[in-house]
């Protein structure tokens, strides 16, 4: 079992000298589980297509949905969409990333396998924008629950990196990028419904900073979509902290929260945690359920 963000990104040189031609990786990195577009290294990200939404919900009464990919730059791009089953993991430290199983055991609530893009593959010119739909064909004796799926949108630009009077007529270099956009898709068959519970709170000092982790698990046969709220209190009952995170929790999830210690006085607090699924991304779509809360007395010396 490996849990890693959700694919590598590459960005590869193209040195074509005569008639050879030598491909060389010159850098690598990943990039994380909710659509990330940027490269790191010593070549910036000149330009890139972009997808929207960053997640879809489909079900018995509407098996297809559709995204919009927008070129907004100068240069073609060529696109390819590819699906994988994986989902949001966390580690001791509450950091989350995107678990893409080596092998699976068949008991999984993959969707992949009959998720389908319409194109799949397609070169999307400049200024362009275009429809991808996705289209769920699942098989008649699917059990009752939610199925979930990871679409990999690759998109790849190449650039003339060395041209001029100045450079031998028998050289020329190229650069691809090719950025790697990583979306969720959740397909719902029958009833469904979520819940959370708070299995635990910890609390460390860490620094000038009270880093608190909070440990939960989803109930129901479907994804916790929604948000964790913490809100620290004085002595007198009054909020002298706010801090939102939004949560996807696909099994078990542990998340991290930092408060800033500078400026509060040394006494007696209290962490209050809500998670509730009152998310204005999506409407209509996100299951709705009972928030929970939780508090715990902290003492600040």
Known sequence: MVVALPLNQYLFRECNTGS?????QIMRRSISFLALFTVWGMYPLYSQASFAPVALFLDNNNRSG???ADNGTEKPQEVSIEFVFGYPVSDSTGKVTIFFPDSLTGTEPNAAPWLYAY??????????RRKIRFIARPPQDLPVGEYWARPIITSTEMRKLMTGDNQPRSIEAKVYFQIRSVLALSYRNGPVSTGITIQGIRAKAQGDSLVLLLDMKRTGNAAYIGNAILRLYDSSGTVVKTITKQIAVYYTLRRRFDI???GLS???YVAEFELN?????????????????????????
Do not use: C, M, W
């Open 20 to 24: 050879k031609t030598h491909e060389i």
């Open 66 to 68: 559709y995204i919009l």
């Open 119 to 128: 194109p799949g593959k397609f070169r999307l010119e400049p200024y362009q």
């Open 260 to 262: 800033d210690l500078k």
């Open 266 to 268: 040394p006494g007696e």
């Open 277 to 301: 699924t009152r998310r204005n991304d999506s409407p209509g779509k996100i299951l709705q359920s009972t928030p929970v809360i939780k508090t715990v007395a902290l003492t600040i010396p």
